[in-house]
């Protein structure tokens, strides 16, 4: 139990473009997932705290206009970023807390690579 | 300010032996700890939890250790085996919280 799924799991994309992923909760519903960033060899940085049918509550330092956060139903959070460039390259993670066992799952991650 | 930090970097064992990750965390107020295993390319992986009002918990394999008058936390690991090979991460999370501070990770190696 308990799987978070991510999609894509690879992208590569022009600048200027957009970006869409999908972090969705297989067996369980989610009313809050979390959106992480992780460079090589670093540790994740939050990013932001999607709750379903509210606003994302943003981490200092991000730009919520350049990631938007949709957190539509309990089972899926999209992540956009938007006119992507290539510093916005790097490992994507989401999470989803089982309020049941009040613990954090990590989806398997979103490679992005901005051209 | 919140931090959670490690006290190495790297750690290489043989396959077989113990191995002993630590973390120091400076929040005082956290009430809940977690233990993270990351693969190379993957996402985290949950392998053990530890509420403030605990000081051991074991799993299979795994036993993690928490002394809040240090603010310590330790993850255990026996009879290491080449799949332990990974970054592990540990990660609290402040009393009233819903997010989690990370450490800045331990690469675990396995030596056959």
């Known amino acids: 139990g308990a799987v978070v799924s991510q999609h894509p799991s690879r992208v590569i994309c022009k600048s200027g473009t957009s970006v869409k992923i999908e972090c969705r909760s297989l067996d369980f519903q989610a009313t809050t997932m979390f959106w992480y960033r992780q460079f090589p060899k670093k540790s994740l940085m939050l990013m932001a705290t999607s709750n379903e049918g509210s606003k994302a509550t943003y981490e200092q330092g991000v730009e919520k206009d350049k990631f938007l956060i949709n957190h539509a139903s309990l089972t899926l959070s999209t992540l956009t970023v938007t006119s992507a460039h290539p510093e916005d390259s790097s490992f994507y993670i989401c999470s989803a807390l089982l309020s049941s066992h009040d613990t954090q799952y990590f989806g398997p991650g979103t490679r992005l690579t901005v051209l | 300010g919140e931090s959670v930090g490690l006290h190495l970097p790297t750690l290489s064992v043989q396959e077989g032996d113990n191995s002993i990750i630590n973390c120091a965390y400076s929040?005082?107020?956290?009430?809940?700890f977690i233990w993270y295993k990351q693969e190379s390319g993957k996402g985290p992986q949950f392998i053990i939890d530890?509420?403030?009002?605990?000081d051991k918990r074991q799993g299979q394999r795994v036993t993690v250790l928490l002394n809040k008058t240090v603010k310590h936390l330790s993850l255990q690991i026996a009879a290491t085996q080449p799949g332990d090979s990974a970054v592990y991460f540990c990660a609290e999370r402040p009393e009233g919280a819903q997010k989690l501070v990370f450490g800045q990770g331990t690469r675990l190696t396995i030596n056959p």
């Open positions: 530890i509420r403030s009002n605990m």
């Open positions: 929040n005082s107020a956290s009430d809940y």
